[in-house]
């Protein structure tokens, strides 16, 4: 039996129980049958959660984009595998071959080598989704070079924390970018950056909204010519299976980001199996992750799953509301799109738009319908259903996060009966556990609990680039022998999960993770703030909406309190990045606090969302005054 393609329910439930009873076998089998690899392992998988240490596929070696591209060239060399839909309808969309990928991606492994890159260098890429930027990523896994791509909607300093700490030698952007009817200099932002980055030697400018910019001389260089002139043949590089492919930085709920490392064979099985089976794919669909590259679900789910199947891949360059919040359809319509993958946020604002700028498009093509980066909410999945999926295409609610590298809990569409709200079972190969508050496991079902993975998958990140220890302390402290999600699930009667939400102090707002140290930390910086704190509460399109609470530190502080407002979202959108700035911020006089000083977020909490029926025992208070204070005052 050939366990790559789950067709039904008998059979999920088969080849999952072989899975977990035989974990070695069954990921063996998957790595043996699918991939191509330039020497087989010695020892499918070492693992030890205390250290913590994992190795899958040790002594393996290989190359990533081999078996992304090059091997499909024999089969599908004339097949599209990325299809560019650019941000201007009106523009051609540009359809890139597995041949035609194939040259550029070596063109530019050419490139960065001529500029003196070579295996185990980080290369920053940022760019906008444009073509160059998928090349970019291939390019360096061609040569062994550690990408590590950063958002195009990060601010300056944002970018240049990311920069320092994995310390890149090279920047890879463009002149800029579209967004919707905006163009963004992305290029003066790299600029901006690069004043704090000295480990950074060269800068490669991709062409696209064709800008006079700044060229700093020996360090800046124009993509295009160097690509002319490069040769289209470039060996790939012969990786270690554990050897570091990439690293995504994600907000952690104190300090810095946290720069998780995915290293290459493990990732590369279990993105591709989790995307076969999570969608369904078929030879000639065609498939759309409408994510940015900048985020996991694009790494895995845009670029290495679906190219590592031979799939058709859409990148989008623009936005859902451009020209008109009909785009989406109109991109499925276009392309007859047959896997449509999305963040409910997105659905949300989609749904608050006028029935007509759905039914006008042809989405008859549609078979799968994905959700990612936060719970969805049960009136967003009807919506999602009814009128996208006219009830015939299943919702994939698809439960992971960058930590994990690929999909942990989900419905296999066609053969896990679905249910809103609920991610229903674990993927094949995955063990998730609800743990209650004194570390002990909940077993059976009807539970409610933190939810841990107690066994390692082919693609969770091994380490945080530069610190072994926070890795430790953030994923594998609180439970013994558990990886610890941060987020809280409950289990309903027959299995089934739902995630409840985070549990820490990050809030997913757009389905973007935000840790709130940093945005506090940011916030205390303006010179009239003595003090902060943030809380999410709901927002009916973002999910989540950021609630800052603010001291000043002259009460009689007499400028406007709009005017502090938009200083304070300004610095934010410098330190961080627009997509971090507070919808709402009250000025008070104190923040409620334990006697040791630590802000009791829980009350803020319950006061943003408006539900201050009960707030528990305040007595143990520091300042149990303030409480009404804010309260009275709140926004
Ligand atoms: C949340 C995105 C509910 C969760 C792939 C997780 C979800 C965090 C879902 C990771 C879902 C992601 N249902 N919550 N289907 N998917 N999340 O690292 O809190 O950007 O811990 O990875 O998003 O976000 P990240």
């Keep these: 039996m050939s366990n790559y393609h789950i067709k039904h329910l008998e059979e999920y439930y088969q080849v999952y129980r072989k899975s977990v009873r035989a974990p070695e076998n069954f990921w063996e089998e998957v790595a043996e049958e699918h991939f191509l690899w330039q020497k087989k392992w010695d020892n499918v998988l070492s693992w030890d959660f205390s250290k913590p240490e994992v190795k899958w596929f040790e002594g393996?070696?290989?190359?990533?984009?081999?078996?992304?591209?090059?091997?499909?060239?024999?089969?599908?060399?004339?097949?599209?595998?990325?299809?560019?839909?650019?941000?201007?309808?009106?523009?051609?969309a540009e359809h890139i071959t597995y041949n035609q990928l194939h040259q550029r991606v070596n063109q530019f492994a050419n490139v960065l080598k001529d500029q003196g890159i070579k295996k185990g260098d980080r290369v920053c890429v940022y760019l906008p989704m444009i073509p160059e930027l998928a090349i970019a990523v291939l390019a360096c896994a061609r040569?062994?070079?550690?990408?590590?791509?950063?958002?195009?909607?990060?601010?300056?300093?944002?970018?240049?924390?990311?920069?320092?700490?994995?310390d890149c030698k090279m920047v890879i952007t463009s002149d800029g970018s579209y967004r919707g009817a905006k163009t963004i200099d992305l290029?003066?932002?790299?600029?901006?950056?690069?004043?704090?980055?000295?480990?950074?030697?060269?800068?490669?400018?991709?062409?696209?909204?064709?800008?006079?910019?700044?060229?700093?001389?020996?360090?800046?260089?124009?993509?295009?010519?160097?690509?002319?002139?490069?040769?289209?043949?470039?060996?790939?590089?012969?990786?270690?299976?554990?050897?570091?492919?990439f690293i995504l930085y994600t907000s952690g709920s104190t300090g810095q980001p946290k720069g998780m490392v995915h290293t290459t064979a493990g990732y590369m099985v279990y993105t591709a199996y989790s995307f076969k089976n999570a969608f369904q794919y078929?030879?000639?669909?065609?498939?759309?992750?409408?994510?940015?590259?900048?985020?996991?679900?694009?790494?895995?789910?845009?670029?290495?799953?679906?190219?590592?199947?031979?799939?058709?891949?859409?990148?989008?360059?623009?936005?859902?509301?451009?020209?008109?919040?009909?785009?989406?359809?109109?991109?499925?319509?276009?392309?007859?799109?047959?896997?449509?993958?999305?963040?409910?946020?997105?659905?949300?604002?989609?749904?608050?738009?006028g029935l007509e700028l759905v039914e006008k498009y042809d989405l008859s093509t549609l078979k799968v319908l994905g959700s990612v980066g936060e719970p969805i909410n049960e009136e967003a999945w009807h919506w999602y259903n009814d009128n996208v999926g006219k009830k015939k295409s299943p919702i994939v609610d698809t439960w992971w996060q960058t930590e994990t590298g690929?999909?942990?809990?989900?419905?296999?569409?066609?053969?896990?009966?679905?249910?809103?709200?609920?991610?229903?079972?674990?993927?094949?190969?995955?063990?998730?556990?609800?743990?209650?508050e004194n570390g002990k496991e909940l077993k059976g079902n009807q539970v409610d609990g933190r939810l841990c993975i107690k066994f390692p998958w082919p693609s969770m990140a091994r380490t945080i680039w530069g610190n072994h220890q926070r890795y430790k302390d953030t994923y594998f402290s609180a439970y013994e022998n558990k990886y610890f999600t941060g987020d809280g699930a409950l289990r309903d009667e027959v299995g089934y999960y739902r995630i409840t939400g985070r549990v820490d102090d990050v809030i997913i707002v757009s389905g973007h993770n935000l840790g709130t140290a940093p945005i506090e930390d940011a916030i205390n910086e303006h010179p009239a703030v003595a003090e902060s704190a943030i809380v999410g509460f709901p927002h009916d399109v973002k999910g989540n909406a950021?609630?800052?609470?603010?001291?000043?530190?002259?009460?009689?502080?007499?400028?406007?309190?709009?005017?502090?407002?938009?200083?304070?979202?300004?610095?934010?959108?410098?330190?961080?990045?627009?997509?971090?700035?507070?919808?709402?911020?009250?000025?008070?006089q104190g923040l409620p606090k334990t006697r040791s000083g630590k802000i009791m977020r829980r009350i803020l909490r319950k006061i943003a969302h408006k539900d201050t029926s009960n707030l528990g025992d305040t007595s143990t208070l520091l300042n149990p005054e303030v409480v009404q204070d804010i309260m009275d005052n709140a926004l």
């Design 60 to 92: 393996a070696q290989l190359n990533i984009t081999e078996n992304c591209i090059d091997r499909h060239l024999a089969t599908r060399g004339d097949k599209t595998a990325i299809l560019f839909e650019p941000n201007d309808p009106k523009d051609d």
């Design 282 to 353: 078929k030879e000639d669909d065609v498939y759309w992750c409408t994510a940015d590259i900048g985020w996991i679900t694009g790494h895995s789910y845009i670029v290495y799953g679906p190219l590592a199947n031979g799939a058709t891949t859409i990148m989008f360059e623009g936005v859902p509301s451009y020209p008109d919040f009909g785009r989406f359809w109109e991109i499925v319509e276009k392309h007859k799109v047959n896997q449509f993958y999305t963040a409910p946020t997105a659905i949300r604002a989609l749904a608050k738009q």
């Design 406 to 436: 690929g999909i942990m809990i989900t419905p296999i569409p066609f053969v896990t009966p679905t249910k809103p709200t609920y991610a229903t079972l674990p993927f094949i190969g995955i063990q998730p556990a609800l743990m209650d």
């Design 546 to 588: 950021l609630y800052g609470y603010v001291i000043l530190k002259d009460v009689g502080e007499t400028r406007v309190h709009d005017n502090l407002r938009k200083e304070i979202n300004q610095i934010i959108t410098e330190h961080i990045g627009p997509i971090a700035k507070l919808d709402k911020i009250q000025f008070t």
């Design 143 to 166: 040569i062994g070079a550690i990408h590590s791509v950063v958002f195009a909607g990060f601010s300056a300093t944002a970018l240049s924390t990311r920069i320092n700490d994995s």
């Design 187 to 245: 290029k003066g932002i790299v600029d901006e950056a690069l004043k704090e980055c000295a480990c950074v030697e060269t800068v490669l400018v991709a062409k696209r909204i064709h800008s006079d910019i700044d060229m700093k001389s020996g360090r800046d260089k124009w993509l295009q010519p160097l690509l002319d002139t490069a040769s289209t043949d470039c060996k790939a590089e012969l990786m270690n299976a554990e050897d570091p492919l």
